[in-house]
């Protein structure tokens, strides 16, 4: 995915269709965040549980204490890897969330002024030409 320039860095670039399309590209990768995260939640989860079990059948076998307690805290840090992609996961689950309510809104609120500036034969402002300062 291509880097998007702040807003406004674009200049002529931050019509309705422009920024439309920056909501969205900002929807989609809050999305593929997501997924990423829950996908890393899962390996690391699996890691986790096979490491626990490993620890285990070590100290079934009566392996050096030091190794199992070594095998075991592999477990736990993959353990705390799962609970830190639970926050990533909120964390891009409320982006993605928020970018789709804030295309929303900009379509609810310039959607029609676009729908009609478009159809109009007269020539218009460029973006950002009535913005009040």
Known sequence: MGQLAPIGADGANNGYLAA???FTALQKAAAGLLEEAE???LRMRVNADIATAV????AAAQVDTRHVAHVAAVGAAF???V???AGLMGAA???HIAAGHLKTE???EYGGIHA???ASRARQAAPGFYRQT
């Open 55 to 58: 620890s285990d059948l070590c």
């Open 20 to 22: 439309n399309a920056k």
């Open 116 to 118: 009609a500036a478009t």
């Open 79 to 81: 353990a705390r890897v």
């Open 106 to 108: 900009h379509e609810r």
């Open 83 to 85: 609970n830190g992609c």
């Open 39 to 41: 996908r890393l939640a």
């Open 93 to 95: 689950d409320a982006m």
